[in-house]
């Protein structure tokens, strides 16, 4: 015989988690919204007062999320990037410190999947070119590049959390393999041999090999010119 009470309870329950469920969704996708405003700010290039105000609320919006939820990590990101091209010097500070407390969360939080950890990675790798954009060799050439000593900082600072998060991945994995290879490009540009030369080190021993051929393969043909 069925308990109707018993049946009645289990559908009281059912729609109770149904309900719960699209509140939850309905909340995630006003917080999409939320950063998506913030990344369409920034785009835009304003640098009013009114949006730093629309930034700030929308901030503090995200900032009630998880350490390890992307959506927090680009908001972060939002603000440094705002106060880079507004030359606030004291708020653009102020944002980095938040962004450099916030990454030393994130890197240390548990279970990111490898998604989460590149996604974070490249947020970081994006940042660090307004400050002192990466360098890509090109074919038969190497170039010394200049750069403001305090830029070199924080774009270093945050090249190196990027590699903190890459460093999470397999030792195998190849953008973390590529991210080693880069860092030590980007180094090279800009004449900091010895770090160029302790990265490199940290690479030989992810591939287990020093031999240059291994450590710095050459680039496949471009399709379009047959030339690496």
Request: charged share 25%.
């Amino acid at each position: 015989m069925i308990n109707k009470r018993l049946v009645g309870s289990l559908l009281s329950a059912g729609l109770l988690l149904s309900i719960l469920a699209a509140v939850a969704n309905k909340h995630s996708e006003e917080l999409d919204q939320v950063c998506a405003e913030m990344d369409q700010l920034i785009g835009e290039n304003k640098t009013d007062a009114k949006t730093e105000e629309t930034l700030q609320k929308d901030m503090a919006i995200l900032d009630t999320l998880s350490v390890s939820d992307i959506r927090r990590l680009r908001a972060k990101v939002a603000m440094v990037r705002f106060y880079a091209k507004t030359k606030n010097a004291e708020r653009g500070a102020k944002a980095q410190a938040q962004l450099t407390k916030y990454m030393n969360e994130f890197i240390s939080s548990s279970n990111l999947p490898d998604s989460v950890l590149t996604r974070g990675a490249v947020e970081c790798d994006n940042l660090a070119d307004i400050f002192v954009v990466r360098f890509y060799p090109f074919r038969g050439r190497d170039v010394k590049g200049k750069a403001d000593a305090r830029d070199f900082a924080v774009a270093e600072g945050l090249r190196l959390q990027a590699l903190a998060l890459y460093d999470r991945l397999p030792a195998n994995n190849s953008v973390r393999l590529d991210a080693h290879r880069n860092i030590v490009f980007w180094y090279r540009h800009y004449g900091h041999d010895t770090a160029a030369k302790a990265q490199t080190d940290i690479l030989a021993k992810l591939i287990g090999s020093n031999e240059p051929e291994k450590l710095f393969p050459a680039p496949p043909p471009c399709p379009a010119c047959g030339m690496g």
